[in-house]
């Protein structure tokens, strides 16, 4: 909203050699022409209204400005959502470990019990086989999991 001044100045030097030969006869030799022009001047230029451009260029940038903040807390909310997602699934995937070895462990009780009973005599083979099959599927079960 303040004036702005500008000052100008210019300084124009021409040097030259002129010949001439009229019809007369007459003829004009100048070995040394030499001219200068200086000229001068004060500009001035004063906005008095500007039609409110500057109330809207202020009310753009506090746009700008809230739209920034706006992404900054979508970018915070997002990043707290992914902390957080991550960390649940690595607790769930924690259980599931937990209970595939709680699985193996029962069926390692459950062959040494099924093999005690067959050594005793009072379970066929079979139990066995299927008590030893039950185990390593748990385990293969496992292993496939952890891949």
């Not at 100045?9 to 040394?32: C, R, T």
């Not at 009780?109 to 099959?133: C, D, H, Y």
Request: aromatic letters at 10%; charged letters at 20%.
């Amino acid at each position: 909203m303040l004036p702005s001044i500008t000052l100008k100045a210019n300084d124009a030097v021409e040097l030259g050699y002129l010949y001439q030969k009229y019809f007369s006869g007459v003829i004009g030799n100048y070995p040394f022409l030499a001219s200068n022009a200086i000229n001068i001047g004060a500009y001035i230029d004063w906005t008095i209204y500007n039609a409110g451009i500057s109330k809207l260029n202020k009310e753009k940038l506090e746009q700008i400005v809230n739209i920034s903040d706006i992404n900054l807390k979508k970018q915070i909310l997002t990043t707290i959502y992914e902390v957080s997602n991550s960390y649940y699934d690595i607790v769930r995937q924690k259980q599931q470990l937990e209970y595939y070895n709680e699985i193996i462990n029962y069926n390692i009780e459950r062959e040494k019990i099924t093999k005690a009973k067959f050594n005793s005599g009072n379970v066929p083979k079979t139990e066995l086989l299927q008590s030893t099959i039950d185990l390593n599927i748990s385990r293969k079960t496992l292993s496939i999991r952890n891949m």
